[in-house]
């Protein structure tokens, strides 16, 4: 079913306009991932795929893909693609391609996802050690690590006040210590 959600995204994208890349390595081993199954739906492999002119309208704008498709979107101005990334839902992750480490700095200061790559893709959920995990729409917590082990335990606080503490001169009822310790107070306030 997922398999053919993906097809039926690209189909989609396709019929409306999008530029749709089949990236397969060896051209031909597998089935063109735009095409009706025509398998039967047997196969159960995807050549990655690029998407350009992909369009906000269309459902693999809208969806977390999971699945080797990558749309692509153009900008002129570094302020378009970040307003782009900010006005839908958080994503769960974003990558970053680049060698300026201030305007990297940039974008991951204005946009707000679950995780970040930088110069890579999925190297972030990975690695055992970070936190992996999504925002919003695409999740609520992290899991892997200590993060994740932290995720599904539950820390129970536990606080127990001893009989001298201070505090319980303000607790009710009140008698001549509270009346004493509040005109100390006016005093020096």
Request: charged share 15%.
């Amino acid at each position: 079913r997922h398999l053919a959600r993906l097809r039926t995204m690209l189909q989609q994208a396709q019929t409306q306009g999008a530029d749709v890349q089949n990236m397969d390595p060896a051209p031909g081993a597998m089935p063109d991932p735009a095409a009706a199954v025509q398998d039967g739906g047997t196969s159960r492999q995807m050549a990655p795929v690029l998407v350009f002119g992909a369009t906000s309208g269309m459902q693999l704008m809208q969806e977390e893909i999971f699945g080797p498709i990558l749309p692509v979107v153009s900008y002129e101005r570094l302020d378009d693609a970040i307003a782009h990334i900010n006005a839908g839902p958080r994503p769960l992750a974003l990558y970053w391609f680049g060698t300026n480490d201030s305007v990297r700095d940039d974008v991951l200061a204005r946009t707000v996802s679950g995780g970040v790559s930088v110069n890579d893709t999925l190297m972030h959920i990975a690695h055992d050690n970070l936190p992996f995990g999504g925002v919003g729409d695409s999740g609520w917590g992290a899991y892997h690590g200590e993060s994740g082990y932290l995720r599904f335990c539950h820390q129970k606080s536990v606080l127990v006040q001893s009989r001298w503490a201070m505090g319980s001169l303000f607790y009710p009822p009140y008698g001549q210590r509270f009346d004493q310790v509040m005109g100390l107070l006016r005093r020096w306030l």
